[in-house]
């Protein structure tokens, strides 16, 4: 056996192991050549009555030793993270696993539950160590880590842990909360409509067309426009740029009447390089024969995916005879 001086314990759950610093794999046990027919006993000495969580740390990875850890800043994790625990155990059971060794193990349950109120899923796993008698228990500490099953949503998270300790038979729990920042970028603004305008022809780019001022058409015309969507949110990678817009158009007739109502076809993956504060569309309707004199209305519903919200909009023009 190595000798041993003041080390720390770790356990960690899901994905359970324990180490002893400076005495790991056998943990001392007999040799090869040694015979043995002393069967494991279970110890007489009292077990500890009680067991709570202290010191309770989100970190921003595994706990390298016995308050050796990086706090996670501010308990704010990305969406995609795995939320790690570091904490310490006030008490520590042991039984004796044979001779010259003592044992200990804990049962660990960890579920989180989301600012719905969901809850998102409960990890169990036992963790276990034998070791030396005689080691120093004071520095046990305990590690648990949560992986999301899918990414977790932005808010205020709540990690519900419990430990038992299987050999004196004691639990304890504790709540921790956490915040998850939005993944999602967003593009400049409000959500909603920027520069809206009727044009003379489709529109060359970006607050680049001819406007129509005032919109009066013949009844033969085509009529185009122009407009910009601002302030809607977007995922940002190293390959693309990805929104998730929808847009619902509807026009109404000088009698009230739907003349048309269309799903308009967007594109939502661009480059990385893409300046999405330069979002707009060109756009046209064009009458199947002739439009009837008066005055037409244009409805937009633009939806944003991304963040569940809808904004409208409607613009006029003239047909004159």
């Not at 989180?112 to 008698?133: H, K, M």
């Amino acid at each position: 056996m190595r000798p041993l001086t003041r080390r720390s314990l770790l356990v960690t759950g899901t994905g359970a192991m324990a180490a002893l610093a400076g005495c790991t794999g056998d943990g001392g046990g007999p040799s090869e050549e040694t015979e043995t027919t002393t069967a494991p006993t279970t110890t007489t000495a009292a077990q500890p009555t009680a067991l709570d969580i202290q010191n309770p740390v989100l970190c921003a990875e595994a706990p390298a030793g016995y308050q050796q850890y990086t706090e996670q800043p501010e308990d704010t994790y990305e969406p995609g993270d795995v939320i790690w625990v570091y904490f310490e155990p006030s008490t520590v059971g042991t039984e004796s696993a044979g001779e010259g060794e003592i044992r200990f193990e804990y049962d660990f349950s960890v579920s989180v539950t989301d600012p719905d109120g969901e809850n998102l899923g409960t990890v169990e796993d036992t963790a276990s160590r034998t070791i030396p008698e005689g080691s120093d228990l004071s520095t046990v500490f305990l590690s648990v880590n949560y992986s999301p099953p899918t990414e977790f949503e932005a808010g205020t998270h709540t990690l519900e842990l419990e430990v038992t300790d299987t050999v004196a038979g004691n639990t304890a729990t504790e709540s921790i909360e956490f915040e998850v920042e939005s993944g999602l970028e967003y593009t400049t603004g409000d959500f909603g409509f920027g520069e809206f305008a009727f044009t003379e022809s489709e529109a060359r780019g970006y607050r680049d067309y001819d406007e129509r001022s005032p919109p009066e058409y013949e009844p033969t015309e085509t009529v185009w426009y122009y407009y910009e969507i601002q302030g809607f949110a977007y995922e940002e990678t190293s390959n693309a740029l990805t929104t998730d817009l929808s847009i619902f158009e509807t026009l109404t007739g000088p009698e009230g009447d739907i003349w048309s109502q269309a799903d308009i076809p967007l594109s939502n993956m661009f480059d990385p390089e893409t300046d999405l504060d330069t979002y707009y569309v060109a756009d046209r309707v064009i009458p199947s024969d002739e439009w009837l004199p008066g005055e037409y209305e244009l409805h937009f519903e633009v939806t944003d995916g991304h963040t569940d919200e809808t904004v409208t909009g409607t613009y006029t023009f003239t047909v004159v005879e």
